[in-house]
């Protein structure tokens, strides 16, 4: 696992990553299709384990609640009543193709998803709450960091040159802001739509931040 990242402000919308939320690259190209977060979904994905559980089912692909039970250290009851909570607001679905009497499977039902925060400035607990599921994408971030530096030693020297982070200060209004965010997104969609297919291949997570930053740096 590869991390780039890119920070300076997060952006006021957000496709956010735990694989949070991010889709898993497909081989085919093709549109994302992209689940839009109102106050009702966001209340449900406050939550911190059911943000987790669209984010395997994303990242893995389809499961049943024990195999994600197995994932996040939890019982299969538990992860069954998220999912359900889950799919009350159509953030994951049954996979009836795979399904049997026994057991049930679930999928995401969308491939990515968009939360402005902005949006919720207005109504104070739903801020809350869309702050408390930025706060846990971060930590899962900074959790992936941790397992890349890790690793790190364990990669060849081409991965390791390759991935890493940067950052830069920069002076900007909000348009000119969100142009550039604009742009890099543009460029990242490019290559996950033609993904590489050669023998030294692997999944890599990209991040993005923008903070704008009222006085001095707290450096």
């Known amino acids: 696992m590869i991390v780039g990242i890119m920070t300076c402000r997060e ?33 449900v994905l406050s939550h911190p384990l059911r943000v987790r559980l669209v984010s395997l089912l994303r990242a893995d692909g389809p499961a049943t609640a024990t195999r994600l039970a197995e994932r996040v250290g939890e019982s299969s009851g538990v992860t069954s009543y998220h999912l359900r909570k889950l799919a ?35 109504n104070p607990q739903a801020h809350r709450e869309s702050v408390g599921m930025r706060r846990e994408m971060h ?15 364990e990669w060849d020297k081409a991965w390791v040159d390759a991935a890493g982070g940067s950052d830069n200060l920069l002076v900007l209004d909000p348009e000119s802001l969100q142009a550039l965010s604009d742009e890099i997104w543009a460029i990242v969609q490019r290559y996950r739509q033609r993904p590489a297919t050669g023998p030294n291949t692997a999944r890599v997570v990209w991040f993005q931040h923008f903070v704008p930053v009222r006085g001095e740096l707290p450096l």
């Open 88 to 122: 009350e607001v159509g953030l994951v679905e049954e996979d009836e193709g795979r399904g049997t009497k026994r057991e049930r499977w679930w999928r995401s039902a969308y491939d990515a998803t968009h939360l402005s925060p902005a949006a919720f400035l207005g």
């Open 139 to 153: 930590r899962w971030q900074w959790r992936l960091l941790e397992q890349w530096l890790a690793e790190e030693s």
């Open 11 to 43: 952006s006021l919308q957000i496709f956010f990553a735990n694989l949070l939320c991010i889709a898993s690259v497909s081989r085919v190209p093709r549109r994302q299709k992209v689940f839009q977060v109102d106050e009702r979904a966001l209340a």
